[in-house]
């Protein structure tokens, strides 16, 4: 999830205000959930990593119905029962289309991601054309993080921040403005008392944005850091175990022989509530309005978009600049699909940094309180794996149609089922 902060400190006041009174009931509403799902489309998402690991490591019977060559491959990552697992089905007769749809690079982000998998696996893959085209899903590519409910990995690190193309010419020092803010981000004591807690943390935030503006903590967090090794949006120093596995990968893929390249990486966080946004690379030329019609799709935002950024190691970005550079002549289309949580508003930005600043001090330094261990877990996980059924209903509606929008654009499947 990315903070967006584009307004005036006066809003800022206002909303803290608002926030400090009414917002925290309205929040614990819907935080605690914990029914599970038992019929529909809520069968599709599951609670925990080995769950979610089993389950994909059937699908390759499901998918044998329809393509003749289905492997399962596993990469192990650290020493635990951690791996990036990913199924391969090649295209039974010409190889015109491959669709690839990555999940988990923010590890916390996977069991949505998950439960779109289970829904291509078990409903959408009949619709395309197992003849002409190939499917690869890559379950969990920051495994540790998914497990551990964490966006970054066993390291700190945010992997869509670590997918560098030449760490030998990058500049760690890239976020200036990170080190101005960096007394908002961090601490190195724990988390004790949270009412004490939150209100010290507005009155830094509402300090540092009147001092620095709300502009600096906004790009000190877009871009991702590479100084700061526990701090938010650690991109690290090298590639990490689960993206050196990835960048093979893509080589591979890429090298395979397919003319029509379609890679989804399937995330959750940023954008409007029950709402799954396509936020493309920034390679991508249509205007926002020419996408929405061309996908068949309400919710497109292309570089032409008011509120569009670039971030620095992104994985679309780099599977795009290696097709550039190695395989030209490979139609590749890159995308992002981001299920939105909290909201795209100011209040939504405020909490999103509050949540992710204090549960990175409580994994760094600890918490004094059961309780508030608890609350801080429980509103990190939502603001990634909504428990609502109209979230999880309405994420697998949008993404269904999205995909199809995006296929049918491609000539990849007929039109709607
Ligand atoms: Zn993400």
């Not at 949270?194 to 709300?214: D, H, K, P, Q, T």
């Amino acid at each position: 999830m990315l903070t967006y902060l584009k307004r005036g400190v006066w809003i800022l006041l206002i909303a803290l205000v608002f926030w400090l009174g009414i917002l925290p009931h309205l929040l614990l509403s819907t935080s605690s959930l914990a029914e599970v799902p038992e019929k529909g489309v809520l069968q599709h998402f599951v609670e925990d990593y080995q769950t979610s690991k089993e389950r994909f490591e059937l699908y390759p019977s499901i998918l044998k119905e329809y393509w003749d060559s289905v492997q399962l491959e596993s990469k192990p990552i650290g020493q635990q029962d951690l791996a990036v697992e990913f199924i391969e089905a090649k295209a039974n007769k010409k190889k015109e289309n491959l669709l690839i749809l990555t999940s988990g690079i923010h590890g916390i982000e996977g069991f949505t991601g998950s439960a779109m998998l289970d829904y291509v696996t078990n409903s959408f893959a009949p619709q395309l054309n197992a003849d002409n085209t190939g499917l690869v899903m890559v379950h969990a590519v920051n495994p540790w993080g998914m497990k551990h409910e964490r966006r970054f990995n066993e390291h700190n690190v945010d992997l869509n921040r670590n997918f560098i193309y030449d760490w030998d010419t990058f500049d760690t020092s890239i976020n200036k403005e990170y080190p101005k803010v960096e007394g908002l981000l961090e601490s190195n004591q724990p988390v004790g008392n949270l009412g004490v807690y939150e209100a010290s943390f507005l009155g830094s935030l509402v300090n540092n944005a009147a001092r620095e503006g709300i502009g600096t903590i906004e790009d000190a967090l877009l871009t991702g850091q590479y100084t700061n090794e526990e701090g938010v949006y650690f991109g690290g120093k090298a590639d990490e175990p689960s993206t050196a596995v990835l960048k093979q990968l893509y080589k591979k893929w890429l090298g395979s022989g397919y003319e029509q390249i379609i890679h989804i990486d399937l995330h959750t966080g940023y954008g409007p509530r029950y709402e799954m946004s396509i936020f493309s690379s920034p390679q991508e030329t249509m205007t926002e309005l020419e996408a929405e019609e061309a996908f068949q799709y309400s919710n497109v935002l292309t570089p032409a978009s008011e509120g569009f950024y670039v971030t620095k190691g992104d994985n679309t970005d780099y599977i795009n600049v290696l097709k550039e550079e190695a395989y030209p002549n490979v139609d590749l289309y890159s995308t992002t699909f981001e299920f939105g949580t909290l909201g795209d508003g100011t209040m939504a930005s405020i909490q999103s940094l509050k949540r992710t600043v204090t549960e990175n001090r409580m994994f760094h330094n600890g918490v004094t309180n059961v309780t508030a261990k608890e609350t801080i877990e429980n509103q990190y996980k939502s603001m990634f794996y909504p428990h609502e059924e109209k979230w999880r209903t309405t994420a697998i509606q949008d993404f269904q149609k999205a995909l199809t929008g995006v296929l049918h654009f491609k000539d990849i499947i007929d039109s709607e089922e």
